[in-house]
């Protein structure tokens, strides 16, 4: 009976990527955007941290969230926007465990990032089509 549930799952298995594309993609777009609006003061931020290049750090981390972001969102360059949006959320999880901030919500979003690396955008992506 169970299998049988779980079955029925199958056939649906493709909305999976494009479920966490969208949701992932929505919430990278948001804060880049953030990022971007307020630029200075995630280049200070990043400089009360002792993070290096702090502003050129914050432009190329706020750029990276949200062009990635629309990547994801589309399903273009799936593997390597979550590449590149996975090293992001790796500083940031050490950012907040250095700070004992809560590492938890950019640890979530990295296990993202690994999973459409290895998975893809999936048949709902136009890198499916590009083949």
Same mark, same amino acid.
């Given at each position: 009976?169970?299998? =049988?549930?779980?079955?029925? &799952?199958?056939?649906?298995?493709?909305?999976?990527?494009?479920?966490?594309?969208?949701?992932?993609?929505?919430?990278?777009?948001?804060?880049? &955007?953030?990022?971007?609006?307020?630029?200075?003061?995630?280049?200070?931020?990043?400089?009360?941290?002792? &993070?290096?290049?702090?502003?050129?750090?914050?432009?190329?981390?706020?750029?990276?969230?949200?062009?990635?972001?629309?990547?994801?969102?589309?399903?273009?360059?799936?593997?390597?926007?979550?590449? =590149?949006?996975?090293?992001?959320?790796?500083?940031?999880?050490?950012?907040?465990?250095?700070?004992?901030?809560?590492?938890?919500?950019? =640890?979530?979003?990295?296990?993202?990032?690994?999973?459409?690396? &290895?998975?893809?955008?999936?048949?709902?992506?136009?890198?499916?089509?590009?083949?």
């Amino acid at each position: 009976m169970t299998n =049988l549930c779980l079955k029925c &799952f199958d056939k649906y298995k493709e909305w999976a990527p494009l479920a966490l594309r969208l949701v992932a993609g929505f919430i990278f777009i948001m804060a880049g &955007f953030s990022k971007l609006s307020g630029i200075d003061g995630f280049a200070g931020m990043l400089s009360g941290a002792s &993070f290096p290049a702090a502003a050129f750090f914050a432009w190329l981390v706020a750029l990276v969230e949200f062009l990635g972001g629309i990547l994801l969102v589309i399903g273009l360059m799936t593997r390597w926007s979550s590449a =590149l949006l996975g090293v992001t959320m790796i500083v940031a999880t050490i950012m907040m465990l250095i700070s004992a901030g809560d590492y938890k919500y950019p =640890l979530v979003l990295l296990a993202s990032m690994i999973a459409l690396l &290895f998975s893809g955008g999936g048949k709902l992506s136009v890198d499916s089509k590009l083949g």
